[in-house]
């Protein structure tokens, strides 16, 4: 079977190596891809919301399967666009409807769902332009730190957690007024601030099924110790030594089994990842987001781990019989860390190569091409977060350890990575 791969990040290189591993991959074709998904199968220049170019890639190059790996083009409908096209109704696309999708594209849609459901998660209020005023009443009787959350998709930068009540009035007024976020924040929530240690919980469900893959906990700020600028995610680590079986059967019962047969109850088609952003508190979890796809660089850490073979998994989603299939892991300790360019999370450069990605890894130790550019023999950088190295070890000091020394061979200019990721638990 062919495979179109979307995306362009570490999380897709990562997938595109697990998808390749499989017998049922014929070829895996990767739209737009970067320099490490090159070496996995063919990259071809669509963007992933360009629906009627990948519509031709799929006519193209017979393509039996869709996967999906970033957000947008799922919130935008390319399931319901593959469902609705004669041409293309018969391929199954690994994601969810656009309805389904509003568990990430919409912050209020999804504070509603899990209110609805009983899934347990902060106090919030939703405000617009037409209660403005009601939102100030609101902020100036809310205790300390609140948090402010665009409703709609801003490439992760849509928060903003406020230790006092004149940066809160500042930045809702931006939000709104102003547009901060676009039209993302339209409309935003205001939530309770939530005190605790975070996880990633990820779920491969076929609409009726479900399957528990690895956890992991993502390090989020620019500087060591988790201080500085929020980022995309600057390295992970699975398993989390916190999320021990008691913890899991709580989030399993209170948020998982809650969150599948709420999704039925409102008849929302849903065939893909979830991803819960869970929070530990006083030993019981609360969910802090919903995002329909797999994250990065979680899965940087999440897939080395998953010993299933990845498409056998997709290709029981369709047919709705995950319930099939137990999910097997690598007991080893994994960790990523991301190197990414001077100046990130703000303005920085591209166009540097990469020196030292030919070098022996060891195999314990894979490197995932994030914002990554062929440039004939060379590999250039082409985005904030560039690379990572993920490595498996016994302990998670092992595995950090085996992380930094490949790093320490791979050289851009103004290159920068943490060497703390896990430090809380070295």
Known sequence: MNILLLGSGGREHAMAWKITQSRLCSHLFIAPGNAGTAKCGTNLETAVTDFEGLKKICVDENIGMVVVGPEEPLVKGIVDFFAGDKALKKIPVIGPSAKGAQLEGSKAFSKKFMERHQIPTAVYREFDMDNYEEGIKYLE??????????????????????????????????????????????????????????LSVFILTDGKHYVILPEAKDYKRIGEEDKGLNTGGMGAISPVPFADET???KITDRILKPTIEGL?????????????????????????????????????????????DLVELFCAVPEQRLNEFLIEMDERVAC???????????????????????????????????????????????????????????????????????????????????????????
Request: net charge negative; hydrophobic share 40%.
């Open 141 to 198: 009787k809310h205790p300390l730190p609140i948090v402010l959350k665009a409703d709609g998709l801003a490439a992760g930068k849509g928060v903003v957690i406020c230790q006092s009540y004149v940066e809160a009035m500042a930045e809702y007024e931006l939000m709104l007024q102003h547009s901060k976020f676009g039209e993302a924040s339209r409309k935003i929530v205001v939530e309770e601030f939530l005190n605790g240690i975070e």
């Open 247 to 249: 913890f899991m059967n």
């Open 264 to 308: 039925g109850k409102d008849k929302i088609d849903y065939r893909g990842f979830i991803f819960i952003g869970v929070i530990k508190i006083g030993g019981d979890p609360y969910v802090i987001e919903y995002n329909c796809r797999l994250g990065d660089p979680e899965t940087e850490v999440v897939l080395p781990r998953l010993k299933n």
């Open 336 to 426: 990523t860390i991301m190197a990414v360019s001077r100046g990130y999370p703000g303005s920085y450069e591209k166009g540097f190569e990469i020196t030292g990605l030919d070098k022996e890894v060891g195999k314990d130790s894979i490197v995932f091409h994030a914002g990554t550019l062929s440039d004939g023999e060379k590999i250039l950088t082409n985005g904030g977060r560039v690379l990572c190295v993920s490595s498996f070890a016994e302990t998670i000091y092992e595995a950090v350890d085996k992380s930094r020394d490949v790093l320490e061979q791979i050289d851009f200019d103004g290159i920068y990575y943490r060497r703390d990721i896990g430090y809380e638990f070295l």
